[in-house]
């Protein structure tokens, strides 16, 4: 097929939902390009949810080896950390997904370019020094760690060099109350790091169920993590090695490393959308419809950098609805609505639906069941975790509105709690459904007494 573009579509950006698209236009007999400038993969594999979660499990080895003593089991030495062992074999493991990512594309047909990309105009790219005609752009370049500027900001890092750290710090401090700043403080305590979370405001997780947000953070206490709530850092001093924070409450802390997970912006600065009408917001993302469309009729944009919802399954489902709408019979839809996440705290946290709070905002009549108990593992293994479960119900309809989960499996369970709430479950259809025992899940289905 001739066409007078280079290409049908330009995908700048190879994240989960960049390569998607291509992938899939690129199967649909359409000419495609790819440009990425720093690692197939995205945030997600290569400085996000894939590294993150191996370091989660690495963190979480000391609890377990504590608990096997209950069970017989005796460690003879003293478990000790090797932090560069853990940061090469994560990095090796993200290399491997580079590879394969490198080769789904090749294998889809799509032109792969290993350089930054550019938009001269409507309907061009300039990627390598050479500039590119193509019928259809998409942005997908997601978003990137945003620490504001105060006096020793430039001492302070993001997630992004958490992952390739020389060596781990004594102490550190943690900056945020988002699902980042609460990842990472887990993951610190859990490798022996004394560590500080420093946030201003008054909650924990506050755009989720603010029940669970209080059982998580007295879980991380409970853990050693210290809290330092209603306080922000006013300056970050270096001497030598050595960081000093000065908090708002006019304490300090002496940390090895400061991270700031204190927000992320779209990735759009420099890339040349002034070139054609395509708008931005305040905050550098990129308003678009329903059908991904921007205010350029041929550029389209999808994923972190729309800042919708920024989860790698969503940026995946919105690339095969734009496909689909461009290329196909435009039948995919997306639903925002009971999209199933995770927090990957210590404890973990699982939940799909609504909170409490914005059921009760809706003016709603619920009723909310609540169960909290400790875990069987606890009952020999001596620990002091627990595992909160919550139904958030509406009484006129008794539909389930919200299932939330803090507890080890968390993420496993809701996923299918997920199902439950998109087949549009009610509470006796949760009575109804007998129990795996012993599970922590089977309490999902044995709540019967209402918290309230």
């Known amino acids: 097929m001739t066409t007078e573009f280079d290409y049908d579509l330009f995908v700048i950006g190879a994240g989960s939902g960049g390569v998607r698209a291509a992938r899939m236009a690129a199967g649909k007999g359409k000419k495609v ?5 720093r ?51 994560k990095t090796a493991e993200i ?27 409507p309907q061009q790219v300039l990627v390598n020094g050479a500039t590119y005609s193509a019928r259809t752009i998409l942005v997908a370049t997601g978003g990137w760690p945003y620490i504001p500027k105060f006096p020793g900001s430039e001492h302070a890092i993001s997630s992004n060099e958490m992952f390739f750290l020389d060596h781990l710090p004594k102490t550190a401090v943690v900056v945020g109350g988002g699902y980042i700043a609460v990842e990472f403080a887990g993951i610190l305590n859990g490798l022996g790091v004394e560590t500080h979370l420093v946030y201003r405001g ?38 030598g090695e050595q960081l000093q924070a000065a908090l708002s409450t006019g304490s300090t802390l002496d940390a090895g490393l400061v991270l700031y997970a204190t927000g992320r912006q779209a990735n759009t600065a420099g890339l040349g ?36 919802v920024q989860l790698t399954p969503v940026a995946i489902q919105e690339a095969m609805v734009l496909v689909d709408h461009l290329y ?10 009971d999209i199933p996440t995770a927090v990957f705290s210590q404890p973990e946290f699982g939940t799909v639906g609504l909170s409490e709070e914005q059921a009760r905002a809706d003016n709603r009549d619920i009723a909310v069941y609540v169960s909290d108990f400790k875990p069987m593992l606890q009952a020999l293994g001596g620990g002091s975790d627990r595992i909160t479960m919550k139904l958030v119900v509406d009484t006129q309809s008794d539909a389930v509105l919200g299932c939330h989960m803090v507890g080890e499996h968390a993420a496993e369970i809701i996923q299918g709690m997920g199902i439950a709430l998109k087949a549009g479950a009610t509470k006796a259809h949760f009575d109804a459904t007998v129990g795996i025992h012993p599970s922590a899940a089977e309490e999902f289905v044995t709540m019967r007494e209402k918290a309230r």
């Not at 080895?61 to 940061?87: I, K, N």
């Not at 959308?273 to 329903?290: K, N």
């Not at 196909?328 to 609505?337: L, Q, V």
């Open 202 to 239: 008054a909650t924990l997780l506050k755009s989720f169920d603010r029940e669970m947000g209080a059982k998580i953070a007295a879980g991380m206490q409970a853990k050693g993590v210290h809290l330092h709530l209603n306080t922000e850092v006013d300056s970050i001093t270096k001497t």
């Open 328 to 337: 196909g019979d435009g039948s995919a839809t997306i639903d925002y609505r």
């Open 33 to 37: 390009a790819v440009a990425e400038e």
């Open 39 to 89: 690692y197939l993969g995205g945030t997600c594999v290569n400085v996000g949810c894939v590294p993150k979660k191996l370091f989660v499990y690495a963190s979480q080895f000391p609890e377990l080896f504590h608990a096997s003593a209950g069970f017989g089991w005796h460690v003879e030495a003293q478990p000790r950390l090797d932090w560069a062992t853990l940061r090469d074999n």
């Open 273 to 308: 959308l002034e070139t054609t009408d395509v708008v931005l917001r305040d905050d550098g993302s990129i308003p678009v419809d329903a059908h991904f469309a921007t205010a350029e009729p041929s550029i389209y944009a999808l994923g972190d950098v729309i800042d919708r």
């Open 95 to 121: 290399e491997r997904l580079n590879g394969v990512y490198n080769r789904l594309i090749e294998n889809s047909g799509a032109d792969l370019f290993d350089g930054r990309a550019t938009v001269t105009g």
